[in-house]
């Protein structure tokens, strides 16, 4: 199995600066694409940014300029950097990868149990 643990969380006040990081450890035989969700009470899972074991990324609109996603394939580690945070960016966030346990096994997403991000004044 594959195991997520996130990290970086927290309280912010509005304008300033978050990192996430997100390490997948366990039988691991390749990682493909890793991301990130979030997801406030009351609404949908949304899609915050993704990388794929390449480097390319994609960004939801509404992050765009501000965050940055980054991966080291060593470590299987995918990190968030948010910037200028506001307060429409609260909610739980999740990281995900999408990996195989074997070469001949199926990918798969797994998940990490989530960290809150609030920021408020």
């Known amino acids: 199995q594959v195991q997520l643990v996130e990290s970086g969380g927290g309280l912010v006040q509005p304008g300033g600066s978050l990192r996430l990081s997100c390490a997948a450890s366990?039988?691991?035989?390749?990682?493909?694409?890793m991301g990130w969700y979030r997801q406030d009470p009351g609404k949908q899972r949304e899609l915050v940014a993704r990388i794929t074991s390449g480097g390319a990324t994609n960004y939801a609109d509404s992050v765009k300029g501000r965050f940055t996603i980054s991966r080291d394939n060593a470590k299987n580690t995918v990190y968030l950097q948010m910037n200028s945070l506001k307060p429409e960016d609260t909610a739980v966030y999740y990281c995900y990868a999408n990996a195989q346990v074997r070469s001949w096994a199926p990918r798969r997403d797994y998940w990490g149990q989530g960290t809150q991000v609030t920021v408020s004044s």
């Open positions: 366990g039988s691991i035989f390749s990682v493909n694409d």
